[in-house]
């Protein structure tokens, strides 16, 4: 949504014909109107360029924009979406970050680096910026990002070994939401690694109540029931897997480790 400022009479009527998609009309009152002093010109001769995929004029005017004010966010958002859209991605991190020294509680920014952050797979830093456009603006899609996020990351710390890390990220899970089955199979994972088979299976029971249709999930109930002796409630998940996934090679060979067990009964 373009930004009301104050300004030229020209500048005005060409913010109105972009919001009303005229963007030749726009183009038209924009090069023949005057340099105004906040760089507002070049910023929508750089929106209506770039709408005309004519990128290298769109580019040129949006840092003229920022010469003449270095804080335009918008001029700097405009430019990261030229970027997406020329495959240039890389150059977008350094100039949003740029950008967040300017204003760094701009709900729009911190969104552009919470994608961008996500697309180099710098998971640490994209749910940093997650978690403050969370505090400004609660809300259940960016809960379910700081999530996935959180469980992207403590796969890797179980991993590394830092189970009191990757714990307290699956606490935060549950608490963003309880219902929600990632906090349970990592608080459940974690306590496989730990060797604590008993609360392995409590907390993967809760997941799965969850999400009841869940391949790892069953699998890895399935396995720590087994670990726990308890080979008639690790066959009821496994024949759950099997009929969900019947080609499913792990729960296949769970099926014998079950059937090992029983049999020793």
Known sequence: MIKEYDGEESLE?????????????????LEQSAHDEYGHRYYYLGIVYANDKDYEKAESYLYKTLEVNE???????????????????????????????????????????????????????????????????????????????????????IKSGDLDLAESNAQEIISLNEDHQRGYRLMGLIRQTQKNYKSAVDYFIKALQRDQ?????????????VQVGDGYSAQLSNNKALELYPDDKIANELKKSVENLIKSY
């Open 213 to 225: 249709n869940d391949l790892y999930i069953l699998n890895s109930l399935t396995r720590n029931l």
């Open 13 to 29: 009527e060409a913010k109105k014909k972009i919001l009303e998609g005229n963007y030749s009309e726009a183009r038209n009152i």
């Open 71 to 157: 804080e335009h966010i918008g001029a700097y958002l405009s430019l990261a979406d030229i970027y997406n859209d020329t495959g240039r991605l890389e150059l977008s991190k350094p100039l949003l970050e740029k950008a967040y020294g300017h204003d760094p509680d701009n709900a729009n920014l911190l969104s552009y680096l919470v994608g961008v952050y996500m697309h180099f797979d710098e998971f640490d830093n994209a749910l940093t910026f997650a978690r403050k456009l969370y505090d400004k603006s609660p809300n259940d899609e960016i809960a379910n990002l700081i999530i996935m996020l959180l469980d992207k990351i403590s796969v890797e710390l």
